[in-house]
């Protein structure tokens, strides 16, 4: 292998490398390069990775509608649950506490006789 200081550009033969992508291995002149994540990448393999991300995007986006509609039902079957349990928990406290009967009964009993 040659020394990286006789390398030349890939796309421009007569300029000198001053880099080799990590994607395909390939050196580079300073035009044909350009940062990306901390990283120097060939303009060719930046638009493959660009092209990759924007089709694995799509994927998502197209899901991302249907999974807030999934949140948004299960959040009301949730509620809706909730408070059909309340309802039904309520419902088992006798009719005779909802007069104020239970409560009168419950503190006489608790009072002892006049002492005199």
Known sequence: MQAFQHQHCLNHPIREAVARCPECGGFFCRECIT???????CAQCLKKLMELVRLTGKGRLRFAGLS????????????????????RILLLIPTSFHDGTLWHDQADQAEPGPSK
Do not use: M, P, Q
């Not at 940062?35 to 990448?41: A, K, L």
């Not at 299960?74 to 909730?82: A, H, M, N, S, Y």
């Open 35 to 41: 940062e990306h994540e901390d990283r120097v990448i």
């Open 68 to 87: 807030r509609v999934a949140y948004c039902a299960l959040g009301l079957v949730i509620g809706w649950l909730f408070f059909y349990e309340t309802g």
